[in-house]
């Protein structure tokens, strides 16, 4: 059948997957391939040809915008009110549902509890990974801090159970013990810090949400269960998932792409998606990949570069848009001055900047260029920043990538994950820099036609570097 979304018509493959119906499906869509309009097309089929009604579709997504637009374009194809969530407002619902009170704790309890604790609470915890407490106004300190809060966020993400720190403890290196003894402890405080406030965290929501869906069930009579970026999911929220199906026993559809999976620092798990069809068995893996935004010869640059990694899913995207030489390697001297004449130099008016790092754009702008709210004021030409990860979904006519040097906080970042984590981390990059290399991936196929890559010559990204080894064919080498 053809079926057309939003005035287009689906093509094979995204028709195919917007018509798969009664059977679990994982949707592996590659970059720039129409996720969300074959998405619109799944519900508009369901709706329209399987008679489900509406509101008996479950469709999650993971942030606000993502939510609002996909609403706005359901809306518009089949003229009916519909309501997308992200996993925070399904829990909250499912809260409201039971009649459980809530007040959402400050993002930096955990931060400012943790301050409290090494400035107030006896030194006898800390004995035997501290000598003294001077370190507590040195960057020693902050290094320290910032390792147990990640910790702590994503024990929660994913395990949240305080008896798994027994698990952790029999598991554990001895020379890793005190420092887990003293993040349990803190852990212990933030939970009754948290009942004493009468408040919970983001993570507590959906734990709570999961727990009362178990015991008590849900009352909405889902039929299917749609979800968008299923990469990005943790434990806790695949958890929340499953629950619902149990309960309603509704088909259950995944999409994503693995080699977009940039957010385990936040608790992401790379490994729900990969092993979608054996925790929801019986499951059907189907494939979007044609890519209306890419060249193709820049998605060959980009798909090959990725692949590189072997516990990438092998999929080959295929683009009918040619640019025999997508990517653009700019040389600089002078970063500040090259920077704007990089800017002056692109014969086009729309122009998304990336970076690794929130601070990155800083470094390259000299005195002619002046940034607000991220947007960077160029004579006749819209120029705007933004790091990677908060580009993902995100496209543009040219894109600029900065910060492609050899050094710790570039792309790829050299900063090591500390060993501690490795208790609450499932699976370390097995292959070098492997969540780096997909980010650098989500940087190049941000662009609808080049990508500048800002190097400067004498201290080039080790990922430039590679690029023009394998890929040299397809690259514009410029000095500035």
Same mark, same amino acid.
């Given at each position: 059948?053809?079926?057309?979304?939003?005035?287009?018509?689906?093509?094979?493959?995204?028709?195919?997957?917007?018509?798969?119906?009664?059977?679990?499906?994982?949707?592996?869509?590659?970059?720039? *391939? /129409?996720?969300?309009?074959?998405?619109?097309?799944?519900?508009?089929?369901?709706?329209?040809?399987?008679?489900?009604?509406?509101?008996?579709?479950?469709?999650?997504?993971?942030?606000?915008?993502?939510?609002?637009?996909?609403?706005?374009?359901?809306?518009? +194809?089949?003229?009916?009110?519909?309501?997308?969530?992200?996993?925070?407002?399904?829990?909250?619902?499912?809260?409201?549902?039971?009649?459980?009170?809530?007040?959402?704790?400050? %993002?930096?309890?955990?931060?400012?509890?943790?301050?409290?604790?090494?400035? &107030?609470?006896?030194?006898?915890?800390?004995?035997?990974?501290?000598?003294?407490?001077?370190?507590?106004?040195?960057? +020693?300190?902050?290094?320290?801090?910032?390792?147990?809060?990640?910790?702590?966020?994503?024990?929660?993400?994913?395990?949240?159970?305080?008896?798994?720190?027994?698990?952790?403890?029999?598991?554990?290196?001895?020379?890793?013990?005190?420092?887990?003894?003293?993040?349990?402890?803190?852990?212990?405080?933030?939970?009754?810090?948290? +009942?004493?406030?009468?408040?919970?965290?983001?993570?507590?929501?959906?734990?709570?949400?999961?727990?009362?869906?178990?015991?008590?069930?849900?009352?909405?009579?889902?039929?299917?269960?749609?979800?968008?970026?299923?990469?990005?999911? &943790?434990?806790?929220?695949?958890?929340?998932?499953?629950?619902?199906?149990?309960?309603?026993?509704?088909?259950?559809?995944?999409? /994503?792409?693995?080699?977009?999976?940039?957010?385990?620092?936040?608790?992401?798990?790379?490994?729900?998606?990969?092993?979608?069809?054996?925790?929801?068995?019986?499951?059907?893996?189907?494939?979007?990949?044609?890519?209306?935004?890419? &060249?193709?010869?820049?998605?060959?640059?980009?798909?090959?570069?990725?692949?590189?990694?072997?516990?990438?899913?092998? $999929?080959?995207?295929?683009?009918?848009?040619?640019?025999?030489?997508?990517?653009?390697?700019?040389?600089?001297?002078?970063?500040?001055?090259?920077?704007?004449?990089?800017?002056?130099?692109?014969?086009?008016?729309?122009?998304?900047?990336? /970076?690794?790092?929130?601070?990155?754009?800083?470094?390259?702008?000299?005195?002619?260029?002046?940034?607000?709210?991220?947007?960077?004021?160029?004579?006749?030409?819209?120029?705007?920043?933004? *790091?990677?990860? $908060?580009?993902?979904?995100?496209?543009? %006519?040219?894109?600029?990538?900065?910060?492609? *040097?050899?050094?710790?906080? &570039?792309?790829?970042?050299?900063?090591?994950? %500390?060993?501690?984590?490795?208790?609450?981390?499932?699976?370390?990059?097995?292959?070098?820099?492997?969540?780096?290399?997909?980010?650098?991936?989500?940087?190049?196929?941000?662009?609808?036609?080049?990508?500048?890559?800002?190097?400067? $010559?004498?201290?080039?990204?080790?990922?430039?570097? %590679?690029?023009?080894?394998?890929?040299?064919?397809?690259?514009?080498?410029?000095?500035?």
């Amino acid at each position: 059948m053809k079926l057309s979304v939003l005035g287009y018509e689906l093509d094979q493959e995204q028709t195919k997957a917007a018509c798969k119906s009664k059977s679990n499906t994982i949707i592996i869509a590659g970059a720039g *391939t /129409g996720k969300s309009t074959t998405m619109v097309g799944k519900i508009k089929y369901l709706v329209l040809y399987e008679h489900i009604p509406l509101e008996d579709i479950l469709c999650i997504t993971f942030t606000n915008n993502a939510a609002n637009s996909l609403e706005e374009k359901i809306r518009q +194809e089949l003229n009916q009110k519909a309501k997308v969530y992200t996993f925070h407002k399904l829990s909250l619902e499912i809260l409201k549902e039971h009649s459980i009170d809530y007040h959402i704790a400050s %993002e930096d309890l955990l931060s400012y509890l943790v301050d409290e604790i090494f400035y &107030s609470v006896p030194s006898i915890y800390f004995e035997q990974l501290f000598l003294d407490k001077n370190y507590l106004e040195k960057e +020693e300190f902050q290094q320290y801090k910032a390792i147990i809060v990640r910790f702590i966020r994503l024990f929660i993400s994913n395990y949240y159970d305080i008896q798994y720190f027994d698990k952790i403890f029999k598991k554990a290196k001895k020379r890793d013990l005190p420092m887990l003894k003293i993040i349990k402890k803190i852990y212990e405080m933030y939970i009754l810090e948290k +009942e004493a406030t009468g408040t919970i965290d983001f993570d507590d929501m959906i734990y709570m949400a999961t727990k009362l869906v178990n015991q008590n069930g849900i009352v909405k009579h889902y039929q299917y269960i749609i979800v968008d970026e299923y990469q990005d999911t &943790s434990q806790v929220r695949e958890q929340l998932v499953q629950a619902i199906r149990n309960k309603t026993g509704a088909y259950v559809t995944v999409v /994503g792409d693995d080699f977009q999976s940039i957010y385990r620092f936040s608790g992401c798990d790379i490994n729900n998606f990969l092993e979608f069809k054996k925790n929801f068995r019986p499951a059907k893996e189907l494939y979007i990949t044609n890519t209306y935004r890419n &060249s193709k010869e820049l998605i060959s640059v980009a798909g090959s570069f990725i692949m590189k990694n072997p516990r990438q899913m092998k $999929k080959k995207l295929k683009a009918k848009k040619s640019i025999l030489k997508p990517i653009v390697v700019c040389y600089y001297k002078n970063m500040k001055d090259d920077f704007y004449k990089l800017l002056a130099s692109i014969p086009y008016s729309q122009i998304m900047v990336l /970076g690794r790092n929130n601070y990155d754009i800083f470094n390259v702008l000299n005195n002619k260029l002046k940034i607000e709210n991220n947007q960077i004021y160029f004579p006749n030409k819209n120029v705007y920043y933004k *790091t990677i990860h $908060k580009a993902k979904g995100l496209e543009e %006519e040219q894109v600029v990538i900065i910060n492609l *040097t050899n050094d710790i906080h &570039s792309l790829p970042s050299k900063v090591k994950d %500390e060993r501690i984590l490795k208790y609450v981390i499932k699976h370390f990059d097995i292959y070098p820099f492997e969540e780096e290399r997909r980010l650098f991936y989500v940087g190049l196929t941000r662009t609808k036609n080049y990508c500048y890559l800002f190097v400067p $010559k004498n201290n080039p990204s080790i990922f430039v570097q %590679e690029l023009i080894k394998n890929y040299r064919e397809y690259i514009s080498i410029i000095n500035l």
